[in-house]
């Protein structure tokens, strides 16, 4: 019998490369590659993060030494029309977007997934900390051993085929050292290379938001910085620049308690500021939803990434929404929001806004 076709995505750093070796120890016949998704807004592109120039050479070295097959696929236009125009468009309208979450669901796991038909590969792996479960003939995508590094906040979108077809192995790991250790014992170079803390399109030293002023200029106009009843405090550099729960950068003279913004008004070109206490809700509104579930049901949810889950009801609908036990701070449209029952994804979503 042949052994079973998998296409690993390399990245270049040690996640994806211990993936790559784990999936060849495991018997499977491993095809790496590597998408070519960066960009010339890239100062210096040879020491950016992941699929970077140089995140190549390393993919390329690890497949060497596992004695695997090594393609580059060239993704940049499609990466630049569903991620990067997505993250201009959405913090042009005043929210704020999740390009992880979209890069899964429009790049890696849409147009690999196709990558991986056309050269004979029957499953996709990455190096993702999440793992999958059948039970009773139904995929279901569950948090990883490692509490620290799951990621399945970002991988709820995965359809039923998509799981099926999709291979995690770090998320049977108990801890990211697990995983150097494994790279440092196989022999490989990239065991000890640091993990990518930034946006992968985003190398400018002012961060996004320098690259929001080059890329999106026109769309930086000055406008008013005002409380809940419309009174002016200051002046803003453009809407694009705030994020709901922000701080830093206000520039406010204001007594008292600090100051953070409640919401961000593209229409009237306002960013609207209050009290912590301000930014507490207790219902959360999403669209775009993934839902396994046709009537409430109790679960545990959070609003982003590094959020411990607090107790909620969600409500199935369009839109959904999810009534928290607790309020929780901070709902910023545009991120997003996942719901877990046990150590099960049940539901996930865009957050549109909050309620009460």
């Keep these: 019998m042949s052994k079973r076709r998998v296409l690993v995505a390399m990245s270049g ?9 784990l999936m060849v120890r495991r018997g499977y016949e491993a095809v790496g590659v590597t ?26 070295r690890v497949a060497g030494k596992l004695g695997i097959p090594y393609y580059v696929v060239n ?13 201009l468009d959405e913090y042009e309208s005043g929210r704020t977007p999740n390009p992880c979450v979209e890069c899964n669901r429009h790049v890696k796991f849409d ?46 979108m995965l359809n039923q085929e998509q799981l099926r077809r999709t291979r995690f192995p770090l998320g049977e790991l108990p801890s990211k050292h697990e995983t150097r250790q494994i790279a440092k014992e196989l022999g490989l170079s990239v065991w000890s290379k640091p993990d990518s803390q930034e946006i992968c399109f985003v190398s400018e030293a002012g961060g ?30 453009g809407v694009a620049l705030y994020t709901v729960g922000q701080r830093r950068g206000l520039r406010l003279n204001v007594e008292g308690k600090p100051i953070y913004v409640l ?7 306002r960013v609207v500021v209050g009290s912590d206490e301000d930014l507490l809700r207790k219902e959360v509104l999403f669209d775009d939803v993934v839902l396994s579930a046709n009537a409430p049901i109790r679960v545990m949810g959070k609003i982003r990434y590094n959020m411990h889950p607090v107790k909620a009801t969600l409500y199935p609908g369009s839109p959904a929404k999810a009534v928290f036990d607790e309020a929780v701070r901070a709902v910023t449209p545009g991120q997003t929001a996942v719901f877990y029952r046990g150590e099960s994804v049940i539901a ?9």
């Excluded at 040690?14 to 070796?21: E, G, I, K, L, N």
């Excluded at 919401?263 to 070109?269: A, D, Y």
Aim: aromatic letters at 8%.
């Design 208 to 237: 996004y938001r320098e690259f929001l002023r080059k890329s999106r200029p026109e769309s930086l106009e000055r406008g008013e910085i005002v409380d809940a009843s419309g009174k002016v405090l200051g002046e803003h550099g």
């Design 35 to 60: 998408m070519q998704i960066w960009q010339e807004s890239q100062t210096d592109p040879r020491h950016s993060g992941c699929c970077s120039l140089g995140a190549v050479e390393d993919a390329r």
């Design 348 to 356: 996930g979503g865009t957050i549109m806004g909050s309620g009460a």
């Design 111 to 156: 147009l690999l997934m196709k990558k991986a038909d056309e050269i004979g590969c029957e499953f996709l792996a990455t190096g993702h900390y999440a793992r999958v479960r059948n039970y009773n003939g139904r995929w279901r995508l569950l948090r990883a051993r490692s509490k620290e590094k799951d990621q399945s906040y970002a991988l709820y």
């Design 75 to 87: 993704m940049r236009d499609e990466f630049r029309q569903t991620v990067i125009d997505h993250f």
């Design 263 to 269: 919401r961000v008004e593209p229409r009237s070109n």
């Design 13 to 21: 750093g040690v996640d994806s490369s211990v993936v790559a070796a």
